[in-house]
């Protein structure tokens, strides 16, 4: 049986902690439109390695703390 | 709605309007005789000019949409915040405007699609020839697959803007 990794990440906690940053704001730190960051907050694009260090530097963490993994099997 | 949506969404539009002008003047003309079917002449150069005008339609939409969205993007932000300066207002529809990664592998990804329909069309184009259809009709396939291809293109844009690409 294949095994699928799902992509997760912690951004919409983040953005709340860090005093509510709106999409747009966190779009302009990274460097990247706000149609990408809605797509990755759900989960709906796997951003590049860059993007990802851009994401976890645009909220000071380390990128382990912005994004993590899950294995699914498939059925 | 985002500013790659809006943009295919116009793209598709136009494409759609395009390829309706042609069909409603071409078929008109060769309802009225003006046009025959084995004149590849007057075909190929009914389409040559509708290449032209396609070209030129989508310059002259395009730059409508964008100073119209430049505009109604420098009103929100104004509503948004009155104390917003025209540096930050620059800033926020350049960060719009922006094609980063994800909208370029869906470019990538739609291409692919429209890729494969032109390809489809060009064999059906050649399949008519082979089945004996006159050349204007394999032309017409031809040119109607390359603007369904440009559309399929545009649509697939719009599915992965929507669903999500990865």
């Given at each position: 049986m294949a095994k699928e990794i799902v992509i997760t990440n912690n951004i919409r906690k983040l953005r709340f902690f860090a005093n509510e940053m709106t999409q747009q704001e966190l779009a302009e730190k990274a460097g990247a439109s706000r149609q990408t960051i809605i797509a990755i907050e759900a989960g709906k694009y796997s951003p590049s390695l860059e993007m990802a260090f851009r994401i976890a530097e645009a909220f000071g963490v380390k990128i382990d703390e912005v994004f993590g993994y899950e294995i699914k099997e498939e059925s | 709605m985002s500013y790659q949506e809006k943009r295919t969404i116009v793209n598709i539009a136009t494409g759609l309007l395009v390829l309706a002008i042609y069909f409603i003047d071409t078929l008109g003309r060769y309802r009225s005789g003006a046009?025959?079917?084995?004149?590849l002449e007057s075909w190929a150069v009914a389409m040559l000019i509708f290449i032209g005008i396609y070209i030129a339609i989508s310059i002259i939409i395009q730059i409508i949409f964008h100073i119209l969205l430049a505009i109604s993007l420098a009103a929100q932000k104004k509503i948004q915040d009155?104390?917003?300066?025209e540096e930050e207002i620059e800033k926020s529809i350049d960060l719009e405007f922006t094609d980063d990664e994800m909208v370029k592998l869906i470019e990538l990804k739609s291409m692919r699609v429209g890729f494969s329909f032109a390809w489809i069309g060009f064999i059906v184009a050649l399949v008519s020839l082979a089945l004996n259809y006159p050349p204007a009709v394999m032309l017409n396939i031809l040119i109607v697959s390359l603007f369904g291809g440009s559309v399929f293109s545009d649509i697939t844009q719009l599915y992965y803007y929507r669903k999500g690409v990865r």
């Amino acid at each position: 049986m294949a095994k699928e990794i799902v992509i997760t990440n912690n951004i919409r906690k983040l953005r709340f902690f860090a005093n509510e940053m709106t999409q747009q704001e966190l779009a302009e730190k990274a460097g990247a439109s706000r149609q990408t960051i809605i797509a990755i907050e759900a989960g709906k694009y796997s951003p590049s390695l860059e993007m990802a260090f851009r994401i976890a530097e645009a909220f000071g963490v380390k990128i382990d703390e912005v994004f993590g993994y899950e294995i699914k099997e498939e059925s | 709605m985002s500013y790659q949506e809006k943009r295919t969404i116009v793209n598709i539009a136009t494409g759609l309007l395009v390829l309706a002008i042609y069909f409603i003047d071409t078929l008109g003309r060769y309802r009225s005789g003006a046009i025959a079917l084995d004149d590849l002449e007057s075909w190929a150069v009914a389409m040559l000019i509708f290449i032209g005008i396609y070209i030129a339609i989508s310059i002259i939409i395009q730059i409508i949409f964008h100073i119209l969205l430049a505009i109604s993007l420098a009103a929100q932000k104004k509503i948004q915040d009155k104390t917003t300066c025209e540096e930050e207002i620059e800033k926020s529809i350049d960060l719009e405007f922006t094609d980063d990664e994800m909208v370029k592998l869906i470019e990538l990804k739609s291409m692919r699609v429209g890729f494969s329909f032109a390809w489809i069309g060009f064999i059906v184009a050649l399949v008519s020839l082979a089945l004996n259809y006159p050349p204007a009709v394999m032309l017409n396939i031809l040119i109607v697959s390359l603007f369904g291809g440009s559309v399929f293109s545009d649509i697939t844009q719009l599915y992965y803007y929507r669903k999500g690409v990865r």
